[in-house]
């Protein structure tokens, strides 16, 4: 009897799987790295191919360690960062890259080349936008479309299909081209609770009108929690797995771990739970059965993961990438890797046990290094940094690394604030992701939000949500609430620590930058 699932979770950096039992317990994990190249400021490619050899690596490697047979696995699942992935109408690799280098056939999520195509839009008024926040962001599908028309000519007449990285995956394993309701409707202005998904106006308008011919784009999508097919042979064999595995649709990876991390309140209240997936960006989700716009924040999609249920998004376009940043920038830091970070953390504790809590106050930062995604939608919005000195000693980055963080737990209460103000109820944040490890975040987030904290048991909510969606298609579990109720493991409540109001004054601070940070760029 199949009751294994596969999950299969591709960021920025590397692939990852692992393998499920029904119950959710993850039995065994591994890692493959992927490329990525930066050609140019704002640009970020990558290998579909080597991202395709990468999943299936780590698939088999955690087959292997599993100890399981292929003919226990119900299903597998794969989510993905909302990359651009260009192919040809044979499936031949396209390139998306200004080197002219076929093998870079897929535009990052990071990407932020279609700024200008991106403002275009937000300027259109056109009702797609109800649906977006009222702007669109570069990061999303259609501005990088227009991009590659206009600017990669030939690669867009080659073209034969458009893929969100998660569709591309689950054709590159099923050999269907069907496309998710997750991805279309987050990342491509699909307005899935309309009888037609596509507004042919809005294609016209942004110089795409022949997008679903030229990419093989269908009217209708698959629902999370559903499969797309079962697994072709060749894909079976280099993903060592059989041909009776079914193959869930694609998942948005940060909704993935929303799923992943309300999971056990997907049958109850979960309008009052909001998901905080948090990494290299941040992502703040919510599900409701209401459908209630907000500006800034992105959606709602209908049914983007629970069926009847609306998704809304709140962002932070940069995070654990902006703490790298200022560890390589610094000239006491350099490669911010896992030690580095921990001598870090080490040394800020033990500054705020001899010099006080105060012992960077004269330091504050606006965190938007790479845009503001919430709650401004401003993707030109530049970070700020007040109060530095001459001072380029160990603990000089220490006290800018901590203020950092604080900024970026401010800009979550942001983000919070702005969902409670156009009528969301925000009791508890579940935080998952790789701001776990780092106790000074864990730690800020309960006393800067004054939510209650609940970090999801397991150790990766992501992966955990793609196996539920794996659970659902594969028959383990009758629909995505149910896999959420059987395969969620609970979770550690973390309350604040100290009042909110410790931090009330540099959320002054903060939003009085913001207004400083406006008037200058109107001088």
């Not at 993961?305 to 940069?318: N, R, T």
Request: net charge negative.
């Amino acid at each position: 009897m199949r009751q294994h699932l596969v999950a299969v979770d591709v960021g920025t950096g590397s692939a990852r799987a692992g393998v499920f039992d029904a119950g959710g317990r993850l039995i065994a994990r591994a890692t493959h790295p992927i490329i990525m190249q930066r050609p140019r400021e704002n640009h970020a490619e990558h290998d579909s191919a080597d991202i395709w050899n990468a999943v299936c690596i780590a698939v088999r490697k955690t087959m292997a360690d599993a100890g399981i047979v292929a003919s226990s696995v119900a299903a597998i699942g794969f989510d993905a960062t909302c990359s651009l992935v260009v192919r040809g109408p044979q499936g031949e690799q396209i390139t998306v890259s200004t080197t002219g280098e076929g093998r870079f056939d897929t535009i990052v999520w990071l990407d932020h080349r279609a700024i200008a195509e991106a403002d275009f839009l937000s300027t259109s008024g056109h009702p797609v936008l109800d649906f977006a926040g009222g702007s669109i962001s570069p990061e999303m599908q259609m501005p990088k479309l227009m991009w590659l028309k206009k600017h990669l000519p030939a690669s867009w007449a080659k073209a034969g299909y458009f893929f969100d990285l998660a569709d591309f995956l689950t054709w590159k394993a099923s050999g269907s081209a069907k496309r998710s309701n997750c991805t279309l409707t987050a990342k491509w202005n699909f307005l899935a609770h309309e009888g037609q998904g596509w507004s042919q106006d809005y294609l016209d308008i942004a110089g795409v009108g022949d997008l679903l011919e030229r990419g093989n784009l269908p009217k209708d999508t698959v629902e999370p929690g559903q499969s797309v097919g079962k697994l072709s042979a060749q894909a079976a064999e280099e993903l060592g797995l059989d041909t009776g595995c079914e193959v869930a649709a694609g998942m948005i990876d940060a909704y993935a771990g929303a799923l992943g991390a309300l999971g056990g309140s997907l049958q109850s209240d979960v309008g009052s739970n909001v998901a905080l997936i948090a990494g290299t960006s941040s992502c703040l989700v919510t599900l409701t059965p209401k459908m209630m716009p907000g500006h800034s924040l992105w959606g709602p999609y209908w049914q983007a993961i629970l069926p009847g249920h609306w998704l809304v998004e709140g962002g932070q376009s940069a995070t654990g990438a902006l703490l790298d940043h200022v560890v390589q920038m610094h000239a006491a830091g350099g490669e911010p890797t896992s030690s580095l970070h921990a001598r870090i953390v080490e040394r800020v504790l033990a500054l705020r046990e001899t010099e006080g809590e105060g012992f960077a106050d004269h330091l504050h930062v606006l965190p938007d290094f790479h845009g503001n995604r919430s709650p401004l939608a401003d993707p030109h919005a530049r970070g700020v940094i007040s109060g530095l000195t001459l001072d380029t000693s160990f603990d000089s980055l220490c006290r800018l690394y901590w203020r950092t963080a604080v900024s970026i737990a401010l800009g979550a209460r942001h983000v919070l604030d702005a969902m409670e103000g156009f009528g969301y109820r925000v009791d508890t944040l579940h935080v998952t992701g790789g701001h776990v490890r780092n106790p000074l975040l864990m730690e800020l987030y309960a006393d800067v939000t004054g939510k209650r904290i609940v970090v999801p048991a397991t150790a990766d909510a992501v992966l955990l949500g793609t196996a539920m969606n794996a659970a659902s298609a594969g028959g383990v579990h009758a629909g995505l609430a149910a896999a959420g109720a059987a395969m969620y493991s609970g979770g550690q409540e973390r309350r604040s620590d100290n009042a909110k109001g410790r931090y009330d004054r540099d959320y002054r601070r903060f939003l009085a930058m913001y207004r400083h940070r406006e008037e200058l760029a109107q001088l």
